[in-house]
């Protein structure tokens, strides 16, 4: 398999075309692990949950289409969004995410917005 950029991403049912310089971080849902050292030498494994998360994204923004608008509503919700993104060599990622940070500020000069996405669900599919 080859690695390289997100094609595109589905959010809400709206797809939306990548930016294909980006260097897309994906963190699958699952938990994250601490150990935790006891006074007599012992330890044990502290374990926490952690979101599934879509990071260094740029999206196309299609003016015809209002999609800084839509992006912008579904930000509003307060729900998770199903979502899908796939990547250049074909593989699928989907979840329950929802967007974080400032993800309907599009950069009038290249056309794009960035996007981050969390949420309690993100698993390759296939």
């Known amino acids: 398999m080859a690695s390289g950029p997100a094609e595109s991403i589905t959010i809400a049912g709206r797809r939306f075309a990548c930016n294909s310089e980006d260097d897309v971080t994906i963190q699958l849902s699952g938990f994250t692990n601490e ?7 012992s330890s044990h494994v502290a374990k926490s949950r952690k979101p599934g998360k879509i990071d260094g994204l740029n999206v196309y923004i299609d003016h015809e289409r209002d ?7 579904e930000t509003d919700k307060h729900s998770y969004l199903d979502t899908s993104i796939t990547l250049c060599d074909g593989r699928v990622y989907a979840g329950s995410l929802q967007m974080t940070g400032d993800g309907t500020a599009e950069s009038t000069k290249e056309g794009y917005a960035p996007i981050t996405m969390e949420g309690p669900s993100l698993e390759k599919q296939g």
Request: no cysteine; glycine share 14%.
């Open 35 to 41: 150990v935790k050292m006891h006074g007599d030498g």
């Open 67 to 73: 999609d800084l608008e839509f992006l912008q509503t």
